[in-house]
Structure formats: structure tokens, C-alpha cells
């Protein structure tokens, strides 16, 4: 791949260790001739990845979600260094960092694309998620009635806690814990999987990746409320019925080469008996 000669670092300062790591990478970034940039700020600022060539997340994952829709948006290639708890899509540990630093700014990486999610509201707002995107009650101890369609033709009506609807990449978080099935990242789907459904026979859907789902509220459940990536939120009913579709754009993640999929699920979800699940 190309060289790196300009790369923003998106630093969650509320992480231990995170600006000292960001600072000692930035500064061997500038001793091979690399133009640096860097913030703090959270959500960072509309432009700040423009005409950059990578950026470098340091933080957990929920700081690397807090970058996509710039990155998307002016299409650079992001990387996470994990100082926060799980490290899912911040892959990259403090010392891997350390020891490929420089090869990554050689070119030494590849990129993958992952899909992410485009939901329209009724009122004509567009947002990007690359995890999910939930759909609940603010009132907890209500159900939710939602009606799902995909086109035009009724996929059913809902009565539970919410639906997820996810990307591949998102298949691991919310989705999982919700009994979801895990996707491969690369694979073209789109996946729906009801919160507590109050029927027996409820499960997850896999929908192909050209579908686009709408969803209207059945009845008035207390503040329904829509959230992105666990963290942009939409209240009330106006913004029923909305669209779900996987996104023409993707997110460009960068790797190692030896990035393997299944290594990380052995080793964050701690499968099995695999020599590499705890280390
Ligand atoms: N019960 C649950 O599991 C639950 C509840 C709410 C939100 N979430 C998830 O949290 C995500 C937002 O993450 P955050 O870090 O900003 O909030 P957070 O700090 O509340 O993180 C929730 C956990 O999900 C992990 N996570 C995030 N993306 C992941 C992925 N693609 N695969 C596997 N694990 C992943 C995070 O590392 C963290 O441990 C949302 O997109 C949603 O999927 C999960
Ligand atoms: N640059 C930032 N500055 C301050 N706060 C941030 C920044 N980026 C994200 N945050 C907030 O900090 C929260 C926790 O950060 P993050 O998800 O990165 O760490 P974590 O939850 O410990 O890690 P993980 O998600 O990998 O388990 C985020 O959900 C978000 O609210």
C-alpha cells in the first residue's frame, strides 16, 4: 500500500496512557517526514481527517466508532490502538503498535472495507453506523410495537424490548449478546434481531445486502428512541417510520496482513481451549 505521509491521531485523553502513547508514535511519525495532526475532542471536528492519508485511533471502541462517519465520509483509512477494555475493532495492542509503527508507515498494511449501516428518518436525517442500529423504548418496562417491512412486503410486527439491526462488523457486539449470530466481516448482510420478543418463535434474520428495511411504530411506547453505534440518538415518534439500508460507502479499516478474523474472536470472546484465547 501507499505510504503514510500525513496521519491524524484521534486520542481519548480519558484513557490511561493514551496521549503519552499518541505523543511518543507521533513523534517517530515526524522523524520519518510525517505530517502529523491531533485532537482530543470528541465527537472530533467536521474536516479534521480531510486530505489525511490515515488516521490512528487510540482509545477503546467506542472511540473508533466516534471517528467513522468522518472517515467514511472523506475516506480515510482508520486504525485503533486499544487502551480501553475490549479492543474489538481497536485491534491493534499498545505493543504491536510499538513494534509496526513504522512498518505501517512504510505502507506495510492492507485495507478492508466494512459495510456500514444508512438509516433515513422520516424527517429526512441521514446517519452511518458501522455497528448497529437499535430501536427501543425509553421506558424500560414497556414493550415496544414495531412493524418491519422489507420493500414493500411485511416482514411481521414486533412486541418486545427493540430490535438491533446489524452490520457484519456490528454482528459481535449488541447483536451477539442478544443471541445474533456472528458474520464474517466481509460477508454482505444485514442482520435484524429482536431484544426479548414476547412470542415464542421470534429469532435473528439475515437479510441480503441490497435490502432496505423500513420500520414504523405500532403504538406509542414511551419515547421510542434510535441509536447508532451505541451512541447518536434520535427521540420520539416523528422520526417513525425510518429506512435501514447497508451504506454504498464502506468503512476503510487498515490491518496487519496477518489479521485473521477468527483470531480475534478467539482471543476477545475467549473461545474454547485454543492456545491464543487469553493471551
Ligand atoms: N448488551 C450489550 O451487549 C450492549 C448494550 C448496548 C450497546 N452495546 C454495543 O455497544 C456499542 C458501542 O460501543 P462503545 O464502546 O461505544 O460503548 P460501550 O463502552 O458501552 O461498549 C459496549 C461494549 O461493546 C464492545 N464493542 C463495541 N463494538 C464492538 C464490536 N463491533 N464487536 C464486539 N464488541 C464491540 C465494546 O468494546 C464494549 O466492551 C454499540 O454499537 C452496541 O453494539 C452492547
Ligand atoms: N476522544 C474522546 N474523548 C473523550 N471521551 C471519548 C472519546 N472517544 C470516546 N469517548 C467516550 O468514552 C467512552 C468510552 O470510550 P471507549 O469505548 O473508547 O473505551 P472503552 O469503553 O473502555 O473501550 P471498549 O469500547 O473497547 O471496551 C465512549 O463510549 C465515549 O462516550
Known amino acids: 500500500m501507499n ?32 505530517t502529523v495532526r491531533m485532537t482530543q475532542d470528541y465527537p472530533i471536528e467536521a474536516g479534521f481527517l480531510e486530505g489525511q492519508d490515515a488516521c490512528c485511533v487510540v482509545g477503546g471502541d467506542g472511540t473508533l466508532l466516534s471517528v467513522v462517519p468522518e472517515s467514511v465520509s472523506w475516506n480515510i483509512p482508520v486504525f485503533g490502538i486499544n487502551r480501553g477494555k475490549l479492543g474489538f475493532l481497536a485491534t491493534y495492542s499498545v505493543q504491536e ?24 428518518t422520516k424527517d429526512g436525517e441521514r446517519s452511518l453506523a458501522l455497528n448497529d442500529a437499535v430501536i427501543k423504548s425509553a421506558d424500560v418496562s414497556r414493550l415496544i410495537g414495531l412493524r418491519v417491512k422489507c420493500g414493500d412486503d411485511l416482514v411481521t410486527d414486533y412486541y418486545s424490548d427493540g430490535i438491533i439491526f446489524s452490520t457484519p462488523t456490528g454482528s459481535t457486539a449488541y447483536n451477539l449478546s442478544s443471541g445474533g449470530p456472528i458474520v464474517m466481516p466481509d460477508a454482505s448482510v ?23 428495511l423500513s420500520v414504523e411504530l405500532l403504538e406509542s411506547a414511551g419515547n421510542p ?21 447497508i451504506c454504498k460507502k464502506a468503512l476503510p479499516l487498515l490491518q496487519p496482513h496477518t489479521y485473521s478474523h477468527f483470531r480475534i474472536l478467539r482471543k476477545k470472546l475467549k473461545w474454547g481451549n485454543a492456545e491464543d484465547s487469553n493471551s
Request: aromatic share 8%.
Open 3 to 34: 505510504k503514510i505521509e500525513r496521519l491524524a491521531f484521534v486520542i481519548n485523553a480519558t484513557k490511561s496512557g493514551a496521549v503519552e502513547l499518541a505523543d511518543l508514535l507521533a513523534a517517530v511519525a515526524q522523524n520519518h517526514g510525517v
Open 97 to 120: 503498535a510499538q513494534d509496526e509503527f513504522e512498518n505501517i508507515l512504510q505502507g506495510d498494511y492492507c485495507i478492508v472495507n466494512r459495510s456500514i449501516l444508512e438509516c433515513d
Open 225 to 245: 428512541f434510535l441509536t447508532l453505534d451505541g451512541s447518536q440518538r434520535f427521540h420520539g415518534e416523528h422520526h417513525f417510520p425510518f429506512k435501514i439500508k
Open 190 to 212: 444485514l442482520t435484524m434481531t429482536p431484544v426479548c420478543p414476547h412470542t415464542l418463535t421470534n429469532r435473528s434474520l439475515v437479510f441480503s445486502g441490497n435490502t432496505e
